[in-house]
């Protein structure tokens, strides 16, 4: 078991709808980032968050919008999603974003299926 | 963007014998890491190589760096069947004199038969 945790597991979803993924950890981590992950692929980084501020969007749509409630939580709101956004989305964290380029800790992911 | 390239794309090896992976990548580093993913998981963090060394050791890993060729390889020594996953290299640039996030390669399926 990793110390990042992220809610759901899975989930499908309409292209219509409206839902929210969740991440969660307890150590302490400065910074925290959702990552997208297609089959057979590396990760590929969506959003950096660093002392609770969004620090790196690269290029994202808008269909995919980050939240930081505090420096434990990270949340991913979906919203008219298409069936390519299906993928493994993970969530990490580590101690700050700064120059020693901090080894991530990752959750298990949510795997997303759109239809 | 992807910086690092990884080969193989895929290894599989007999349970006992060592599996080498290699990572080139394209820009100066701060540092160099590698990663292991089992199969619908998290990656899970196995060893960061800083930019002024040039091996190091973490139970049966081994991990080298040569930045003068801009590649680092991860040996495996008496592999066990638990180590077949994929294996990422992933590295930390300097760009603008900060290093700000980490580029993984594209990755190694590694896996061992017992």
């Known amino acids: 078991d990793t110390e990042v945790t992220q809610t759901p597991k899975h989930l499908v979803m309409g292209m219509t709808n409206k839902k929210s993924l969740k991440c969660e950890q307890h150590?302490?981590?400065?910074?925290m980032y959702w990552y997208k992950q297609k089959a057979k692929k590396p990760p590929e980084l969506m959003f950096v968050?660093?002392?609770?501020?969004?620090?790196i969007n690269e290029s994202v749509p808008s269909r995919f919008s980050p939240e930081c409630p505090n420096s434990s939580l990270l949340n991913l709101h979906l919203h008219a999603l298409q069936p390519e956004d299906s993928a493994l989305y993970l969530c990490?964290?580590?101690?700050?974003?700064?120059?020693?380029?901090?080894?991530?800790?990752f959750g298990n992911g949510t795997r997303l299926t759109v239809t | 963007s992807q910086q690092g390239e990884e080969d193989p794309q895929a290894l599989s090896i007999q349970e006992g014998e060592n599996a080498t992976m290699n990572c080139s990548y394209k820009?100066?580093?701060?540092?160099l890491q590698w990663y292991r993913q089992n199969s619908g998981r998290g990656l899970v963090h196995l060893i960061l190589?800083?930019?002024?060394?040039r091996e190091k050791h973490s139970g049966r890993l081994r991990v080298t760096l040569d930045t003068s060729k801009k590649s680092s390889s991860l040996l495996i020594t008496a592999s066990r069947a638990a180590d077949t996953a994929s294996y990422f290299c992933?590295?930390?640039?300097?760009?603008?004199?900060?290093?700000?996030?980490?580029?993984f390669g594209s990755g190694t399926q590694l896996t061992v038969l017992p």
């Open positions: 820009t100066s580093i701060n540092n």
């Open positions: 968050y660093s002392y609770e501020k969004l620090s």
């Open positions: 992933a590295t930390a640039a300097i760009s603008s004199g900060s290093a700000r996030q980490l580029t």
């Open positions: 150590m302490g981590h400065r910074a």
């Open positions: 990490a964290s580590s101690q700050d974003e700064g120059i020693t380029g901090s080894p991530l800790h």
């Open positions: 190589i800083r930019s002024n060394e």
